[in-house]
Structures are given as structure tokens and as C-alpha cells.
């Protein structure tokens, strides 16, 4: 059997037995945006490793190098974000054809400087090695959290609410878009949609905000696609969940992307990934307060789309009809790719 | 320009100047075997990652899943051990095609987890997405070392005496035979000089007591070549060396397959890397009394090679002839295959 066979998850559940270790310094190991380590007497250490191979996660006819070095470190800041924790150092390995220009490698890095600065984060190092076949890029992120701001995807209980921090379906429209050229949409839509997927803001304020408060349950960054990442929590917290489709933000933009597919502009925001916002569950009492905190100090409005459930009540999604029909987490997994042909920045914990 | 005119190193010189920043939580950055973090008030945490590409730092024909996976995890604990550290912590990101047999990944894992058991290392996550090339394996390791055991490339003085732990080309002899299989040498000699490429040997234990005694002034492993290793040392040291020809320690078997090659056994032995063994500097007042607590302790014999100059006088190496010729540094680089075609470990920090 091959791995396209099998799919990711259930290789990934493979693997995980065969490395399962019990090991008192690993808090939090494969299962969360970043594993979570013993570290000094208030803090844990946060690893993540992202990836970004040339044409399944970036188009080199799409993104310029200095877009490509700032989203593949940004994709990792993001998940040391999702976890309440502030990125420190990046470890950078670079697979490269021999024919490679320099000056993409040196506006590749200028890109990833420029992201690093603004996260706090220091490059410290890497490997750079020959590639047969095109580029391949390996980003390590460490980070900091102090024990009482780790928020993990495990933590969402029955009566929590669902918030997302941005706007979701953007980045996906925009690569719509890209594949889909001749969809009518209006030109300054277009631009603004495609840089949305080329340029993700990664919400590391707010993030901080929201670990900081003590009022969040749990929190993941919406990179694999809204519904599989709120399936990712639903799993690890071993709880259900109802989604109201009309309190999704969606943005004008994507709603135009959607008309002009004749898709509903639900499946772009449900299924979309790269988005890189936060989606959280914070106890319903504190709702308004963490709402109102963040809209302060951010200018930021923050969006309750669902509730938590006990798990034997499933996953829903409550329409605007008021039907209810399963969610599904139809978001990116590789070997498979669930939701079509597009690069996409899917990724999954091994 | 592409990186195969411009070669390895000056492209790193490139990119540490973009990435140059000052950050007093980083020791060291680029230009050792791992990075060196602010940690607890007695430790620094150590970070490397390596790459392990198909066709390039392996051949799937050549070795098995497991062995892979050992070799994989083993050269970075390489690294960590060559800066007096312990490996504690491995994240692994996989790119793979998918037609790749799910039993080749699972014994991938299983001979990663063997090794790390074997390190006192816990696989704590990682990643795994599709490939449109070949498998492309990155694995980054954090480990920990006391700050008065930390020992960089950067610390050997004139005066001091190099030593090596172990034989120097077996590994790359094992390589040659691979590619010349029409090599006139016994067939035991073929298959353990095979077998020491593709399940290096990391000699952790003889790190830690060569850090631990207080007595070593820097230390690299043997990764790109005996040659370019020394001569690591000295860039970083700002000293240059002089290397006795007749010192080198090269196994008969070495030797033999130097005579199939008509080749001087001392190019294998400075040319060849992925022995993955020790070569470290020692005051040379100490240098017995390490000897000693090194052979009493673990059974092992050290060999001095060489002595270390001021830099102005040059890296020379001394032949049996007793004429001196110049020390030149004939490892791998990538991109420019400097000895040869044959897929190399080759790995340069950036």
C-alpha cells in the first residue's frame, strides 16, 4: 500500500505509534500546532517545522521570492501564535537546484528577515544543500510560552463558543483566482484576494491577547481549512460542535470569487485554508469580555461562529434555512488533496 | 548568477550577512556544528538540522528504509555530540512521493526510533506532505549542553594538538566500492567498509567525556571530509595546522581499496567524510592524560594528527617523504561536487 492509499491521517497515526515515547520533559508532543517541551521553571519551549516544496505549496511563477521567504517563515510563527507563545529562533533548510539564481535566494531571505524582525523571531542557522528536483524549504521555529498562556487545541469544553479572529475564504478565493483566470471578478478584488493568499498576516497580537487573558479553552491557527481545523480541536478536545454559517465573516470579496464559480461562498470559507487567523473557544460567560478586550487594544472585531457540544452530539452546521447537515472537515490533506488541485499550505503534525 | 557559479560557502557568506543580526540570546550562529541558545541559568539549548535527499544523501537501491532512518537521526546527533551537548529532542519533516510504500516509511520510523532510543532522544513531531520529486527528509535536533562544556570549532590555539577518535575514510572507501563495484577487494572487506557509510557510528559518549574533562579547545565531527572538518576548525579558530601523513589513522581495509584504485590512501582518509567520528583539539600538556581517561573508559584509542599553527603559518600537510605540501581542504561542497559525483553527506551550516 502507498501513501496516497492509505491518506495522511491514518499514516500519521502510524507513525505516531511506532515513535510513541513517554517522556516526562514532552508536554505535548505530535497532535497540536507545535510540541510543547520542559523548559525553565515558568516557561515550556515550542517547536514547529513547516514546509514550502516548490508547485504543491508555492507556484514560482506566482509569488515573488521575497513574498515566498516572509509567508514560509509567517506560517510557523503562526503556529507558535496558536499555541499563546512568542517565536525566538528559526532554523532554515534549503534544498536548491544548482541552477537557482542567487538573487532569488538572497530576495528569499531578505523576505524571511524582514517577517523574523517583525515576529521577534532570530534566523540562527540552517542547512543549504543541492536538489534534483525543484526548491525545497524547511522552516524550524522555536518559541517561548509561560506555563499559564499554553493554549492548546485540546482544551474546548461543552458550552464554549467558537471565535475566529479574521475574515475566512480570502486566501482561498484568491487562489481560485489564480487557477481559474478568466472567472469575472473585479480587478482590485482579484489583486486584493491573490495577495491575501501570497501575504498571510499572522495575528501574534492577538494571540498573545487571547493566551495572556486566561479566558480562552483552546486555539488553533486556520491554516488547513476552516472546518478541518475546527475538526482538529473537536478531535483533541474529544467534544462536537455547531457552526452558524451566517455568522461566518466573509468577506464581499470572497462572496463575488464565490457568485462568479457559482459555489456558495460557504464551501470557500468552510473548506479555504491559509488564511492564517486564530479560531478559538473561550467559556460563554467571557465571550464579551475577551470580545471587547481585543476590539480595544487592536481595533480588531472578533466573531463568534459556534458552540461547543458534547461529543456524542456531533458536528453541525446550521444553515441559513435553519437545516442542520454534518460538518465535514473537507479542508487539505496531502496524497489526497480533498479540495482540488491547488498548492495549498495544507500541513498536518507528524 | 547561480549557485552552482557561485559555490557553497560564498553563497552562505551571502546569506549570513542578510540574516546578520545581533541577539544577545544567540552564542553562536552560523559557521558551527549546531547553534547555541540563551537557556537556563547552566545550560545552553543546541539546535541543527540536516537534510537527507534521495539520489543525493542516499541512494533508495543502496540502503534500507532503516538504516536511512538510523543514518538520518545519527548525523545530526553527530552534531550536537561535537559541541560537548546531549540530543534530547527530534522533529522530522518528511516530503514524500505518493506512490511511497507505507511499510518503507514505517521502517524509516523504525530505524529513526532505534537510533534515538539508542541517543536518549524523543521524536517529538514534525511534518509530512507530498513530493513531486524524490523523498526529502530534514531532521532538526535540539539538545542541551552546560555552558562549561559547550566546545565550538572556534577555541583551538597554536600549540595545540588534533586528535581523531576513529579511522578516517572507511565510510568514503565504502562509497567508492559502491560505485565501482568492479573494485578487485574481498568481499568482507566490501561489505563492512559498505556498511560503516551507511550506519555511521556517532561516538556521543566519547564527546561528553572529551567535554566534560575540561581539557579539549574545540571539536567538529568528520561530516564533509577530514580535510574540509580541519579546516572548519581553523577558519573558525583563526589558526592554521599542520597534518602528519603518517598519523592518520587508515584501516587496512581502506588501504585496499586505495591499491584496487590506484590511489593514495591519504586522499581517501582527507578527502572522504561521513565517518562521522571526533577530531578535537587539546592543549598538548593534556593531551595524554585525555588519552588515557578516553582508552580506560570506553576501550577507544585517540590518535593525535597533527598540531596547530599560527595562522600565518599556513595548514600543511607533512608526507611520510617528510616534504611539507599545502593542507587543502578537498570535501564536499554542493553544488560543485568537488570530489566527484558520488551522493555525499556532504552539509554546510547556513
Chains 1, 2 share one sequence.
Not at 523548559?39 to 515566498?68: C, K
Amino acid at each position: 500500500m502507498n501513501v496516497a492509499d492509505l491518506g495522511e491521517f491514518p499514516l500519521i497515526e502510524r507513525l505516531r505509534q511506532i515513535i510513541g515515547v513517554n517522556c516526562p520533559d514532552l508536554i505535548v508532543g505530535i497532535g497540536d500546532d507545535a510540541a510543547v517541551l520542559a523548559d525553565g521553571p515558568d516557561t515550556y519551549l515550542l517547536a514547529t517545522v513547516d514546509s514550502h516544496i516548490e508547485n504543491i505549496h508555492f507556484l514560482p511563477f506566482l509569488t515573488t521570492p521575497r513574498q515566498l521567504g516572509r509567508r514560509a517563515l509567517v506560517v510557523n510563527v503562526s503556529d507558535i501564535a496558536a499555541m499563546g507563545g512568542q517565536p525566538q529562533f528559526a532554523l532554515v533548510s534549503l534544498a536548491l537546484p544548482a541552477y537557482t539564481q542567487v538573487t532569488w535566494i538572497e530576495e528569499f531571505y531578505k523576505g524571511m528577515r524582514g517577517a523574523a524582525d517583525q515576529a521577534g523571531v532570530v534566523v540562527i542557522g540552517g542547512n543549504v544543500t543541492r536538489s534534483l528536483g525543484g526548491i525545497n524549504i524547511d522552516i524550524t521555529l522555536l518559541g517561548r510560552v509561560p506555563h499559564e498562556h499554553l493554549l492548546l487545541r485540546s482544551g474546548a469544553r461543552p458550552g464554549d463558543k467558537l471565535l475566529v479572529t479574521d475574515r475566512v475564504g480570502d486566501a482561498f478565493s484568491g487562489l481560485q483566482l489564480v487557477f481559474n483566470p478568466r472567472l469575472a471578478v473585479d480587478p482590485i478584488v482579484r489583486e486584493t484576494l491573490i495577495t491575501r493568499y501570497l501575504e498571510p498576516e499572522v495575528r501574534l497580537r492577538e494571540a498573545s491577547m487571547i493566551a495572556r487573558s486566561g479566558l480562552a479553552t483552546a486555539m488553533i491557527d486556520v491554516s488547513d481549512g476552516l472546518s478541518s481545523d475546527i475538526g482538529h480541536i473537536c478531535q483533541q478536545s474529544g467534544v462536537g460542535v455547531r457552526i452558524w454559517a451566517d455568522h461566518l465573516p466573509i468577506s464581499p470579496s470572497a462572496r463575488q470569487v464565490a457568485d462568479a464559480m457559482q459555489t456558495p461562498a460557504l464551501r470557500l470559507a468552510l473548506d479555504g485554508g491559509d488564511d492564517y487567523g486564530l479560531c478559538f473557544t473561550v467559556r460563554p460567560e467571557s465571550v464579551a469580555q475577551l470580545q471587547n478586550a481585543i476590539e480595544q487594544e487592536t481595533g480588531k472585531t472578533v466573531t463568534v461562529i459556534g458552540e461547543i457540544l458534547p461529543i456524542e452530539q456531533g458536528n453541525w452546521l446550521v444553515l441559513s434555512s435553519n437545516q442542520e447537515i454534518p460538518l465535514e472537515s473537507t479542508g487539505w490533506q496531502h496524497f489526497q488533496s480533498t479540495n482540488g488541485q491547488s498548492p495549498r499550505d495544507g500541513k498536518q503534525r507528524v
